[in-house]
């Protein structure tokens, strides 16, 4: 039995809806843009989704936040609202479930709310919003909107947390508890991200430049991706073939040196698809642009692949999404098995890594069968996927 | 959907192990005086875990050794309802000043697999480790996971629960009274796949539980006990309690957890 990846689109910095993400992937343009974010005086660049876009898909007071209408507007591209409701309407909405990945969920709302705390320490009236100020504001939004009633669950193991989302949809679809689940991962700027990484020294004062000899860090990003996962193949018959989850057991931000966990992940999820490394046409690596994991990323790659992997790391287009980057770029691999559109590693020029030989800076068209993408997360947390497209 | 459960854990208001748990039951353990110090955690990492990773590690340990279970190699999922309120409160108000300071470990710690972090660091664990969380319906969705992935993967899964008590603003959300974590180790049962047990000597207990999908919404069903009421109704992790009353034999009772505002899971011990 397989998991079948039938639909998907996504919104981020590059565009909302799949038509003006493949144009700025093909254009090369980064999403990314000086920082201007309210409250955070940081000389950095960020990947933004636009304002009045996302104001223009406000949900009701009671679920209102950035992440909220983050993922209201990612909803009403590429037809995909009405491609759930559809698969509602086959399976019966209790045989669909939400399979979400976050970080930041809607902790940006509750940033905002103690501004403007009373005298008492509650809330303020505009911010008494139970079901906003917790982990799972998101999925219960989703899950609300969607009028999905299956199982629905915030996976939230900080960078990893939607690729670990593709994973848990297969295990609902395999042990029979649905037929469909809308996978989706979305978070959103705020000031936690911004300032939580600068603490850490990881933010560059440029846009992030994965794998560059002059890499100095990452550049925060938001996006929405949703993929609807259905035990039933769609005509273009694509399917998770793969997927490997590991711990690094190293350090809680710090990837382990030598890529022990990124190793791990990435055999299993081969192993599982029965797939050899020259089967896969196309890598999305996490490539944040830090030194650490290009460093320890770039090394395991090359010597789990041969020279001609067609490799890239596409942060320096979105910006580094965190919770949503493993949809993001499960979506990247999904386009290079559908579209054989390959996104390239934009703003990186000089490589110094053990994989920059592999690596496509331009974004090009070619013809890929089976697509991997790593995502790797704090607390060591690491996951791989793996897409395959099966002659129909 | 059939699993067995080798081992327990477990710290709150009235037990510091499993072995309090019947004392608890009937009003009569004394609290904790303090909060756990597990061993798994490397005294060098001790000072910068937050509360919620002392007491998830120190439930996940116990599980473990009661199982027999080696805690460098298994599957773990993490559940909890509001997460490290310590830390978001701590960040929030940081965030909220016109100069903001941040403290690097804090923002790491912030993250909500963190207590899974420290957990796979002490323990040296590779294995997969993920951390669920669904607000009231997250024990639910807890079992859910570590069940389905004990089934689909063939192997044992730790599950581990956890919610630390909170204050104003974040306990207008839901309020809090006081500390509970509780752990399982979960195992396919035969019946699923094969196993790869522990020795046969280290299963304290060995709970066969059918779990089941309802298309009907459920209220969580309460603990038998009086005091064991009033620790569910202290701490929303401390809904577990139900469960282990069960398993204890101590309540006659099917345990059902709602999932979603529609769906509810329904748990049933098969066998003891």
């Known amino acids: ?392 | 959907m059939k699993i067995a459960i080798k081992g327990i854990g477990l710290f709150g208001a009235g037990a510091s192990s499993w072995s309090d748990f019947d004392d608890w039951r009937k009003g009569q353990s004394k609290s904790p005086e303090k909060l756990p110090t597990p061993e798994i955690i490397p005294k060098a990492e001790r000072r910068r875990a937050p509360r919620t990773a002392k007491l998830a590690v120190e439930v996940a340990q116990q599980a473990c050794e009661m199982a027999g279970q080696n805690p460098g190699d298994i599957a773990s999922v993490f559940t909890s309802v509001l997460a490290d309120t310590e830390i978001s409160d701590q960040m929030c108000r940081a965030l909220a000043q016109p100069v903001k300071v941040v403290s690097p470990t804090r923002f790491h710690n912030s993250v909500h697999n963190a207590p899974a972090g420290y957990w796979a660091i002490g323990a040296g664990n590779h294995a997969p480790c993920t951390f669920v969380s669904a607000f009231r319906e997250s024990i639910g969705a807890g079992l859910l996971e570590a069940a389905a992935q004990a089934i689909a993967e063939n192997r044992p899964v730790l599950l581990v629960m956890y919610d630390i008590p909170n204050k104003l603003p974040l306990s207008d959300v839901l309020n809090i009274d006081s500390d509970f974590a509780a752990a399982m180790v979960i195992e396919p049962t035969a019946a699923e796949a094969g196993t790869d047990n522990a020795p046969i000597e280290a299963q304290v207990i060995n709970s066969i539980l059918e779990l089941k999908l309802n298309s009907a919404p459920a209220e969580h069903v309460k603990p038998v006990s009086q005091t064991l009421r009033v620790a569910a109704e202290e701490n929303p992790s401390a809904a577990i309690l139900t469960l282990f009353e069960i398993i204890a034999g101590q309540s006659p009772l099917t345990s059902l957890w709602s999932l979603t505002r529609q769906s509810s899971l329904e748990v049933k011990l098969v066998c003891d």
């Open chain 1, 1 to 392: 039995m397989s998991t079948y990846i039938n639909a998907w689109t996504l919104t981020s910095c590059i565009g909302a809806g799949l038509d003006e993400t493949r144009k700025t992937l093909k254009q090369n343009l980064s999403g990314l843009q000086s920082n201007d974010w309210p409250g955070a005086d940081i000389d950095c660049w960020i990947g933004k989704v636009n304002d009045d876009l996302l104001q223009a898909n406000t949900p009701v007071a009671h679920w209102n936040s950035r992440n909220n209408r983050l993922a209201l507007t990612g909803l009403q591209h590429d037809r995909f609202d009405e491609l759930v409701k559809a698969a509602i309407n086959e399976f019966g909405n209790r045989r669909v479930g939400i399979a979400l990945g976050t970080s930041t969920s809607s902790i940006g709302r509750t940033e905002n709310a103690y501004t403007c705390l009373e005298t008492d320490e509650s809330f303020n009236s505009l911010y008494q919003q139970s079901d906003i100020h917790t982990p799972h504001s998101t999925g219960a939004f989703l899950a609300d909107h969607l009028c999905v009633s299956g199982p629905c669950v915030t996976i939230s193991t900080a960078c990893s947390s939607s690729a670990k989302a593709f994973a848990t949809a297969d295990r609902w679809i395999k042990a029979d508890i649905v037929d469909a689940v809308v996978v989706a991962g979305v978070d959103s700027l705020c000031l936690s991200v911004i300032h939580g990484f600068n603490s850490l020294q990881l933010v560059s004062e440029q846009p992030c430049k994965p794998f560059d000899i002059e890499r100095s860090g990452i550049s925060l990003g938001e996006a929405a991706g949703f993929a609807l996962v259905s035990r039933k193949p769609s005509d273009q018959n694509i399917r998770l073939s793969g997927y490997g989850e590991s711990t690094d057991a190293w350090h809680m931000s710090t990837p382990h040196p030598e890529g022990l966990g990124a190793r791990l992940a990435m055999e299993q999820a081969l192993a599982r698809s029965g797939l050899q490394p020259d089967d896969i046409g196309y890598l999305n690596l996490h490539g944040t642009g830090t030194r650490a994991n290009d460093e320890s990323e770039g090394g395991i790659c090359a010597s789990l692949f041969d020279s001609s992997l067609r490799a890239a790391a596409t942060k320096g287009f979105t910006g580094h999404t965190l919770g949503a980057a493993g949809i993001v770029e499960a979506i990247f691999a999904l386009e290079a098995v559908t579209e054989g559109l390959l996104a390239g590693t934009a703003n990186t020029k000089d490589g110094d890594t053990a994989i920059s030989d592999r690596l496509i800076r331009q974004t090009i068209t070619a013809d890929v069968q089976h697509a991997m993408t790593n995502s790797f997360g704090f607390g060591g947390n690491n996951c791989t996927l793996i897409f395959s497209r099966d002659a129909v």
